[in-house]
């Protein structure tokens, strides 16, 4: 009886065999057919030629694949006009524009390099920078022209000596206010010269101004802690990068003035508080005195809030220092050379034109990260905020996260951390030993 | 040809489509996911024949995971939503079930809206249930105060999270449950309730005496479903508190897709979900073996 | 008398469950909408706006102009009614050699179809991405809708209910010599007209509403679903939780037409099933 069942299921596996197609059930093969039957037609037939030692003027038409995320949410324009403007100069480069929302990009880019058959080039940030770098999918960006780009930005992108992606836009933190709120509480605004204690004292003010009405909000998260334990001097690696220092005096010190603000003078709504809503709705509804985030707000705030709001600095403790967050544009290593060339040519023009400079500063969607401020004065001009050239002030005293491999692990860890002290059920020095010991456990670092 | 032989000839082209597409779409990849839970792979890089010897680690994955204590947590976090969520949704989908089959008035229209919840998509719901939990801005909390209570924190409380998602989970499933009972409700034969009332039988004693044994088909499809889906939870933890309060909703699949794709550790994250599937096949084999007691066949 | 207080109590008790499970369903339903209707600025005002003060269609507007609405519609639908139709195919063939054919090993098999629901579908994405790869599907309509060949709770649902039709008609057929796909195409399918009618709809739900897989298989903007283009509307920094709401509510509305036509065969389903029961 059971030898019937299985010569059934035999004979039905062996026609399944057939019927799809091919020889072997084995799926590993499939990585030695993945580079041609890649992208599209015109891809196929392009991989077809000997084109490697193409050079402009010779040039074969070809079509390259761009992924990205960050033109999704309402810019997907915006890239558009940048592509058409760069196909009017190189007319044999086509470029097939995907975009991705964050949330998934990843998770699809990863897919894709399992399978062999992620795009010619694409966007990556800079918590994942490091992990790709490591895994040899990026390709060494030989052939770029980086002089025009902005040094820290273009330094955040090198991975072991060798550069692998040129930065494309670049955004900093500062500090956004209310200014009816700071009226109301008949005190002065914050300037590039205040402290976190001079912060507080404002949000206490401010925080009394009724029950529902609160002074600052900075999330209790690693991406802020990492932050303002720099504002104390601390720091989560060591200077060589060979340990975690993360419950260094430094850390425990910044940690306590974030939950204090949540837990001793409440001048920031607890989680409870909040209820789940965020933090943007709630400056947009009028009732948060100072929020420190990214300069991406201006937009969203001009159009929601219908109160008075200005930008400052972020103020620091024992130095001033600021978020830098950039996204950078990276070529496959496994694409073909003429893809390369052709992909490397694209993400230049995105990164350091100045026409794309000027259609991304025009559409308001970010700042190219160049060198040369002057090019970026017309960002200026616009108002709110009034004091947009504290845009620039932060730019001197920029922080970088650390660029480690296992990022994602690390900032879980510290967040999960973090908030476990902002809620009140460990101390942050408990709160931070644990993640030392979590971090090393889990971690190795290089 | 014996009469066996034959049935399966007969059996062999209606099975051939799903057997194959089993083949191809869940036996396949469930190797491959087999063989990578043995490996220290990335997933961050492409997938070759050498992939597997390159990277075998053999059990490694499976001893880090046993004994470190987030399976174990997130495991328990589950339990807790099933615990829950089971009993609730069970009673909410067996009154809609009830209250369709009365055949009263509106009872069209509410075989509608009973069922929008399951039509909207697991993030639309997610996202409205945020709101609706809110103890601040939320429905619910307003409710509750205008009885002059405080409602609970639902979110942000590491008590009242789970609870706050399974109440989600219920509003967005009782509809498919319900009238998917309902239709078992129609399909019993109506002499069953002739005969029960010439005994003189209640309601309350017909619907435990007659309607549920002849329901337990059905029924035993919603327990096994409801199962294999509470294990799997997922998308509405992801957007309702990201694992949060301090870790207090944090569950399986979101570890897997986390070590997946967010710390790049594949063999890790298959071995993961090895353990998973380990465990709701041993519950369901349990359920399968506890059906001969409480589900009756027709035939 | 006693007869009639207890029928008052139960009409009583039929109201009150009703009016209670309305409020339930409604409720977030009405928050959904007064939502997609509201400026960004009022999504969070205290004290809460049940009715928006300022009602507006921006919302609306945004989802329709932001991207190529009536190709995402098509792409949607085709994938989706593909989909529904070959589900519905095999799993109902499957289903009737378990049910009704009963051959040595159906029990096995059937099983191990159970079993494959268990394995959590995050960890077969990357192999399935390498095997759709291999069959040069990726980037084609046919990766999104092949799996639906083997849909296992599709099988699981109709078994279920096959199990529980009696066999006296298909005994009564193979007396008159009627073949095994005839039985199956004309005697067991429209009793089971109900059943499909329900799999049709979270067949259709599934796949209308599927998004990490047809994303990872599809990205030529030209083949991009619904589900896919609502997404991304999402920015990287913030949630536009009204234009979402509103994008939402109009992918539903397909839904709920189908819907809606699918219950009219449920009560077909159900007089066919009376007479014959």
Redesign the interface.
Known sequence: MKRKTISLLTQVAIVATLLSGCGSANPDTAQTEAPTEKVTETEASKEAEPAAETTQETAEPITITYANFNASGGNEATLDSMYQAFHEQNPDITVEIETIAMDDYFTTLQTRIAGGTAPDCFEMNIENFAAYASKGILAELSEADTSSLNQTALSAFSYGGKQYALPENFSTVILVYNKDLFDQAGIDYPTSSWTREDVDKAAEAIRALGDNIYGIYQPVTYNEFYKVAAQYGGSLISEDGSKFTINSPENIAALQSMVDRVQKTNVQPTAEQMGGMGDWDLFESGRLGMIPTGIWCFNTFTEACDFAWDICVEPGQTQKATHFFANALVVNNDASDAAKVAAQKWISFLSSSDEAAKIRLDAGWDLPALSDMNALSSYLEITPPDNRKAVFESLDSLVLPPIITDYSQMSDIISNAVSKAASGESSPEEALNEAQKLCEEQITLQ | MTKEKKKILQAIPFMLPSFIGMIIFSFLPIIMATALSMTDWSGLEKFTIHTIPDHFVGFQNYIQLLTREEFWSTLLHVLYYIVLYIPLGFLLSMVIALVLNTEKRFTGVMRVLFYIPVLTSWVAASLIWKWVLSSQYGVINSIIGVFGMKGPDWLTNKYWAMPGIVLASVWKDMGYYGLYIFGGLRGIDPTYYEAAKVDGAGKMWTLFSVTMPLLSPTLFYCLIMSLINAFQLFPQVQIMTEGGPNGATQVMVERIYTYAFSYFKMGYAAAYSWLLFVIILLLTLIQLKLQKVWVHYES | MNHKTQKIF?NIL?YL??AV??V??????Y??IS?SLK???A????P?QWIPKKPTLNSYKKVFT??PFARAMFNSAFITVMYVGITI???S??A???AK??????N??FA?????????????????????????L?NKYASVI??A??K??A???LV?NM?????DYLEAARIDGAG?FKI?RDIIMPMMV??VA?LA??TF?EAW?D??WP??ML???NKMTL?LAL???????????NV??AG?LI??VP??II??IA?TQ?KQG?TV?GVK?
Do not use: C, H
């Not at chain 3, 054919?101 to 159906?106: H, N, P, Q, V």
């Not at chain 3, 199990?163 to 066999?167: I, V």
């Open positions: 139960y039929f469950g009703a499970l309305v339930i369903v409604t409720v977030p339903l928050w959904m939502t400026s960004k600025g999504l969070m005002a205290l809460i932001l991207f195919i095999s799993a063939m499957a009737f050699a378990i054919i009963r051959f040595k090993g159906a096995f098999i191990l179809y159970l079993t494959s629901m268990m394995i959590p579908v995050q960890i077969t994405l990357i192999p399935m991405f390498i095997i759709m790869n291999k069959f040069s990726i092949s799996p060949i083997f296992a709770f099988i699981f649902l279920q199990r529980a039709l009696p066999d095994l199956y109900p059943t329900t709809i979270t739900m509403n998004y990490l994303l990872v990205s030529d903007k589900t997404n991304t509307l999402n920015g990287q920094y913030d949630t536009e939780y979402l709401m939402s992918s539903m839904i709920i819907y809606i219950q449920m159900i099933g029961g």
